[in-house]
């Protein structure tokens, strides 16, 4: 985890550009506050994070699940920070990039609908990451940032976020529901967040599926995740 001294430096740089996040998709629909905030902090070659990414939130937009949810990505999970603010990856250099790459990609697209399905695809094709440009756009302006001292300033801010859970994060994939981290819970992470909608908007159809009631009965299965040093 960063120094004392790296997280106070962090803190200042991360005060100082908060200007450029006024105008996110969090504070674009401020207005939504029923709707169940659910978080996912991870970094980009966990093998975890990438199935969590790939075959669970999934559900979230192949279903009407997604009307009653805040998605935030976090893509920084067990990386450090160094006293001149220098990141080191725990996969290396390439989990930076690609971490750094899907950081721009939120940038590029606000809304979690856009940027997941096109952070899905790098996580599906971390060796072949450049074809999802193909399919979803966005290689100007993802490559732009990247290139440029935003991405730096993105992570960092990611940084931030996540050094300053509580409780602290321990391992990613690191799941939380409304501030609260799922544990276990995100074996069945959809009825949690059926459990968690106090709105007054009817529940989405797949919270009263049968597949998602046959779900409960399963036994949640050993915790696979990728530990902090």
Same mark, same amino acid.
């Given at each position: 985890?960063?120094?004392?001294?790296?997280?106070?430096?962090?803190?200042?740089?991360? /005060?100082?550009?908060?200007?450029?996040? !006024?105008?996110?998709?969090? @504070? %674009? #629909?401020?207005?939504?506050?029923?709707? +169940?905030?659910?978080?996912?902090?991870?970094?980009?070659?966990?093998?975890?994070?990438?199935?969590?990414?790939?075959?669970?939130?999934?559900? /979230?937009?192949?279903?009407?699940?997604? !009307?009653?949810?805040?998605? @935030? %990505? #976090?893509?920084?999970?067990?990386?450090? +920070?160094?006293?001149?603010?220098?990141?080191?990856?725990?996969?290396?250099?390439?989990?930076?990039?690609?971490?750094?790459?899907?950081?721009?990609?939120?940038?590029?697209?606000?809304?979690?609908?856009?940027?997941?399905?096109?952070?899905?695809c790098v996580e599906q094709n971390t060796e072949n990451w450049e074809s999802c440009f193909k399919t979803y756009g966005?290689?100007?302006?993802?490559?732009?940032?990247?290139?440029?001292?935003?991405?730096?300033?993105?992570?960092?801010?990611?940084?931030?976020?996540?050094?300053?859970?509580?409780?602290?994060?321990?391992?990613?994939?690191?799941?939380?529901?409304?501030?609260?981290?799922?544990?276990?819970?995100?074996?069945?992470?959809?009825?949690?967040v059926c459990k968690a909608y106090k709105g007054k908007s009817a529940l989405p159809k797949i919270c009263n599926s049968?597949?998602?009631?046959?779900?409960?009965?399963?036994?949640?299965?050993?915790?696979?995740?990728?530990?902090?040093?």
């Open positions: 985890m960063a120094s004392s001294s790296a997280s106070k430096k962090l803190e200042f740089f991360f /005060l100082a550009c908060l200007l450029m996040f !006024t105008f996110s998709y969090d @504070n %674009l #629909v401020a207005g939504n506050s029923d709707k +169940v905030k659910l978080n996912l902090y991870y970094e980009s070659l966990c093998p975890y994070c990438q199935e969590f990414i790939v075959d669970d939130l999934v559900k /979230l937009f192949d279903t009407d699940l997604h !009307t009653i949810t805040d998605l @935030n %990505l #976090v893509p920084f999970g067990n990386a450090h +920070v160094s006293d001149d603010l220098t990141v080191t990856c725990q996969h290396g250099e390439e989990e930076c990039k690609l971490n750094a790459l899907e950081a721009c990609a939120i940038n590029t697209w606000p809304n979690p609908k856009l940027h997941y399905r096109y952070i899905r966005g290689e100007e302006a993802i490559k732009d940032c990247y290139n440029g001292d935003l991405s730096k300033k993105l992570i960092l801010g990611y940084a931030n976020q996540t050094f300053s859970l509580k409780p602290k994060h321990k391992y990613v994939p690191w799941v939380t529901l409304n501030g609260k981290p799922l544990y276990h819970g995100r074996d069945d992470f959809v009825a949690k049968s597949a998602l009631s046959r779900s409960h009965e399963k036994k949640v299965s050993k915790l696979q995740v990728t530990y902090a040093d």
